[in-house]
């Protein structure tokens, strides 16, 4: 279950895009927020101005938080959402993860882009940094997303979760059960994904041994589209077996162009 997340800022329109994500979640999910900014050590006598800077992105935070908890009868049965401030000074990466894991944060949200969004650093390359060190979930905003895109409306919401058939994808099946019941498993739809590629083609004939036929490529397309319709079915028992609503749905290309 979450309880703290932790939302880092440097003081860009980018890096902010953020917030209306984090006010939405904190009061549909109940969450403490923690403002976070880092400020380089060059700077430590404008100290003061970016606290004053982090307490005005807290208020605002908050105010939204408090907003969507009226508005979904959140503050009937839990506490007001809470939104604090943190200034730390040193490199703004090893301070997030830093402060993360002292402070037994459960989710780190940040903008893939800061203060400039054509140069990978500054928020977007420290992003890099925090999600690859990250021992807990790294919630990502591309800055380029319209702020109409928040959710207004959470009836219908819907998680897509990519899967592979590796160990290693699976890890965030925990995760999607925990947002689901802490959401409310009867408002949450699970979209289960896997792509298939297609097998190569050769370009070149071989110089020894049997060609490849068309049909026979197309065999083992199909056996591998068999096999992931297999595998996501036993992977939509399992979370249907605690009462979540799952799909699934197998698709064939470039997995990144497919997600």
């Known amino acids: 279950m979450y309880k703290t997340l932790l939302v880092p800022v440097d003081g860009s329109q980018l890096a902010e895009k953020t917030l209306p994500y984090a006010g939405e979640l904190a009061g549909r999910l ?46 009937s049965t839990s506490r007001p959402a809470e939104v604090r401030e943190e200034v730390a000074m040193g490199h703004p990466a090893e301070e997030i993860l ?6 037994a944060v459960d989710l780190i949200m940040m903008s893939t882009h800061g203060r400039s969004g054509i140069m990978r650093w500054r928020m977007g390359s420290v992003a890099d940094k925090v999600l690859r060190g990250s021992k807990v979930p790294v919630w990502l905003v591309r800055a380029g997303v319209s702020e109409e895109n928040v959710p207004q409306v959470w009836p219908n919401q819907r998680i897509l ?15 999607v059960q925990a ?7 009867e408002t949450m739809q699970v979209v289960l994904l896997t792509i298939v590629e297609p097998p190569a083609i ?18 083992i397309q199909e056996e591998a589209e068999e096999a992931s319709k297999r595998y996501l079915a036993n ?18 290309g470039r997995p990144a162009d497919k997600i």
């Open 235 to 252: 992977v939509q028992k399992q979370l249907e077996a605690v009462g979540i609503s799952v799909s699934s749905e197998v698709l064939v």
């Open 179 to 185: 947002l689901a019941n802490q959401r409310g498993i």
């Open 30 to 75: 109940d969450l403490e927020v923690l403002v976070f900014h880092v400020c380089d050590r060059s700077h430590e006598d404008l100290v003061g101005m970016h606290q004053i800077y982090v307490e005005h992105v807290a208020e605002g935070v908050q105010q939204r938080a408090r907003e969507i908890q009226r508005e979904t009868g959140g503050l």
């Open 202 to 219: 050769l370009t070149v004939y071989p110089v020894e041994g049997p060609l490849i036929s068309y049909e026979t490529i197309a065999t």
């Open 161 to 175: 979760v990519p899967l592979d058939g590796s160990d290693l994808a699976e890890t965030v099946l925990p995760h």
């Open 98 to 103: 830093c402060y993360a894991e002292e402070n």
